[in-house]
C-alpha cells in the first residue's frame, strides 16, 4: 500500500466506509471529499481518478483481512507438528476449519453486507483495465494459496482440488452472511468443510 499524506488518510478511509456501505457507482468523488473534509481538487492530487481510489480501498482491505485471517489462525492454533502423522493431521485440519472461525469474526465485524471484493466486482467494468478488478482477483488467488498450503500441511491428498473446494465454501459463506439466507452460514461451511476434510483417507 502506497504511502499516504494525512489528508489522503482520511480520504481513503472515508472512501473505504461510503465504498463499502453504499456501493462504488452511488458514491461519488464529491461525497467522499465531503465525508473527508478535503476538496476535490486535494483527492484527486493525492489518487489521481476514481479508479485508483477504488483500487486502494481493495488493496487497504485485502491488507486488513490477510493480516486478521493469518493471525488469527496463528494465534488460535493448538500443538504444532512434531511427525506423529495422525495428530499432525489434526492439527493440520484444525487450523484449516480455524479458518472459517476467523471468517465468521470477520464477517461480524467488517462483512455484514457481504464480501466486499464480490460486490466490487459486480459493479466494475468487465474490461481488465480497471485496477480494482487486479486487486480483486490476486485477493482470491492469495486466499486459494493459503488455504492450499494449510491444506497440504495437514497431508491431506489431492491439496489443490480440495483448497478449491474450500475457497467455495468460504466465498459462498461470506456471500450468504450479508445476506442472513441461510442463517448461520459460515458455521454451516465450516460443518461441510469438516466433512470434506476428515473424510479424506
Not at 12 to 31: E, K, N, P
Amino acid at each position: 500500500m502506497r504511502e499516504l499524506t494525512p489528508a489522503g488518510r482520511r480520504i481513503l478511509d472515508a472512501a473505504s466506509t461510503l465504498f463499502y456501505d453504499q456501493g462504488i457507482h452511488a458514491v461519488g468523488v464529491d461525497a467522499v471529499a465531503r465525508a473527508a473534509g478535503v476538496t476535490k481538487k486535494t483527492l484527486y492530487d493525492c489518487f489521481g481518478s476514481k479508479d485508483v481510489l477504488v483500487a486502494c480501498y481493495l488493496q487497504a482491505r485485502d491488507e486488513r483481512w490477510r493480516e486478521w485471517l493469518t493471525s488469527y489462525v496463528d494465534q488460535h492454533a493448538g500443538r504444532e507438528p512434531n511427525g506423529d502423522r495422525d495428530l499432525d493431521r489434526k492439527a493440520g485440519v484444525e487450523r484449516v476449519l480455524l479458518t472459517f472461525d476467523a471468517l465468521e469474526q470477520w464477517a461480524r465485524r467488517e462483512n455484514v453486507r457481504g464480501c466486499a471484493f464480490v460486490n466490487a466486482l459486480a459493479e466494475l467494468p468487465e474490461n481488465a483495465d480497471h485496477p480494482g478488478r487486479a486487486v480483486i482477483l490476486e485477493q482470491k488467488r492469495w486466499l486459494l494459496g493459503y488455504l492450499t498450503d494449510l491444506v497440504k500441511a495437514a497431508g491431506i491428498r489431492r491439496p489443490g482440488t480440495v483448497a478449491a473446494g474450500l475457497l467455495v465454501l468460504h466465498e459462498g459463506a461470506s456471500v450468504s452472511f450479508g445476506t442472513g439466507v441461510p442463517t448461520r452460514a459460515v458455521a454451516q461451511a465450516r460443518r461441510l468443510a469438516a466433512l470434506s476434510l476428515t473424510g479424506d483417507d
